[in-house]
């Protein structure tokens, strides 16, 4: 076996561990977010299939004759404006990276053959109808929001009956579900009941759902208030303060269609985030998932950075893929490309010669991770990454969806993929 099959076999074998596969002499990494998920829970499992709701499966082959019967004369496009040239040339100078970093993956054999796989479940998922959901935004704008209990079940036992039925021998706690801080600290995954649905926390995970002051039909025009209720995170002590924050905020958008899948914030709201003051007294990494436009770029590095206190460091990229290895569209589309950004900046603490700024020198500019994508803007838990640059750290995501072992989730539906139908009971544990 020649050195390099021994490198991509044992890549492979910690990749099955761990999700992440590593590409030799590059700053390429391909991640499995369920594998990934799956490190922050002791008795449950996410189970593939509920990840990858959508997966871009290999769309089937056609034939050179059905292809000229459908090729439909291209309209010329037409010429573009100033600031459609800017996000071009943007883009010009970062597709080199990402061909590059797609040619690693579609030249690792190994990987590839286990891509279609990823979905594929070994233990049957909780099956149930994703429509029976709790909508947290429309929960949070009911007067009766503040009155909303959560109870978690304490000191459970997960015993498997002959059923695979779980017996749980617990105490119950209840916690006001909206705007306090939920916790669970002890070293094992949690089940809780909310309006008789059961969600999983998992260990040594808080999270902080705001209560929306605002009916769902005004919800945009009230959000500036409710985002006042992120002063609950800030600590009495800078010491005690955040060295990671990952923040992926719901940005403006013009799509019909978007704001259906969740409502969006004018980008001027965000200039309120008190960063500063959520994080450490040494500092913190910020990183911020943001679009390809170019007006959202400027903001971000002439506005937004400047008044979190935030100084530039770096861009990393998320190249988005079929099941195939495929690109889920064309790389240079002018709208909807194939990727996201999430750029990273340094929230100064005393100073900047600060120990934690030392270490932080060492984060590789311009590093692309590879997934297949899982349900619509659900990003990748890079977060869990960005972990082994700050040691110990203390982790913030803003906006959440999910809660992650290690972390404290802030947002108006941080539950939402926590709902049990996502898991399975692991048999191994």
């Not at 490198?7 to 990934?36: A, C, I, T, W």
Request: charged residues 25%; positive net charge.
């Amino acid at each position: 076996m020649t050195e390099a099959k021994a490198y991509n076999k044992q890549n492979l074998s910690l990749f099955m561990k761990s999700g992440v596969y590593r590409f030799e002499d590059s700053r390429v990494v391909f991640v499995d977010p369920v594998r990934v998920l799956n490190l922050s829970y002791t008795h449950f499992r996410v189970t593939p299939s509920s990840y990858y709701s959508r997966f871009f499966e290999s769309s089937p082959r056609v034939s050179e004759t059905q292809r000229k019967r459908k090729r439909k004369e291209k309209k010329p496009r037409p010429p573009l404006n100033q600031r459609e040239q800017a996000a071009d040339q943007r883009h010009q100078r970062v597709k080199p990276l990402l061909m590059k970093a797609h040619e690693c993956l579609l030249g690792a054999n190994d990987l590839l053959l286990n891509l279609g796989k990823l979905r594929t479940d070994d233990r049957p998922p909780n099956l149930t109808v994703a429509s029976d959901e709790h909508s947290f935004v429309e929960l949070g704008s009911v007067w009766q929001a503040p009155l909303f209990e959560i109870s978690l079940h304490v000191n459970q036992d997960y015993r498997l009956t002959e059923g695979s039925i779980p017996v749980q021998d617990c105490e119950k706690r209840y916690i006001q579900a909206f705007g306090s801080l939920v916790a669970n600290e002890t070293n094992s995954d949690m089940e809780a009941d909310f309006l008789n649905r059961k969600y999983i926390i998992p260990k040594h995970s808080s999270f902080y759902m705001f209560v929306l002051q605002s009916s769902y039909v005004c919800l945009i025009h009230m959000w500036k208030s409710d985002l006042k209720q992120i002063h609950g995170l800030i600590p009495v002590k800078n010491e005690c303060g955040f060295n990671l924050i990952v923040i992926d905020p719901p940005w403006e958008n013009g799509s019909a269609n978007q704001k259906l899948k969740y409502p969006t914030l004018p980008n001027r709201y965000f200039l309120s985030l008190p960063i500063k003051r959520l994080a450490n007294a040494d500092g913190a990494l910020v990183a911020l998932w943001v679009t390809n436009k170019e007006k959202l770029r400027i903001f971000v590095e002439k506005d937004l950075f400047p008044k979190w206190g935030v100084k530039y460091m770096a861009t990393h990229y998320w190249l988005k893929v079929k099941a195939d290895g495929s690109l889920i569209g064309e790389l240079d589309l002018l709208h909807h490309k194939p990727y996201e950004c999430l750029v990273l900046g340094y929230c100064y603490g005393k100073g900047e010669d600060s120990e934690y700024l030392s270490k932080l020198k060492s984060i590789p500019d311009c590093q692309v991770f590879i997934s297949i994508p899982g349900d619509y803007s659900r990003k990748p838990p890079i977060g869990e990454m960005l972990r082994e640059y700050i040691e110990p750290a203390r982790c913030l995501e803003l906006f959440a969806r999910e809660l992650f072992c290690g972390w404290t989730s802030w947002g108006n539906e941080p539950l939402r993929f926590q709902d049990s139908r996502y898991f399975s009971l692991k048999q191994d544990f």
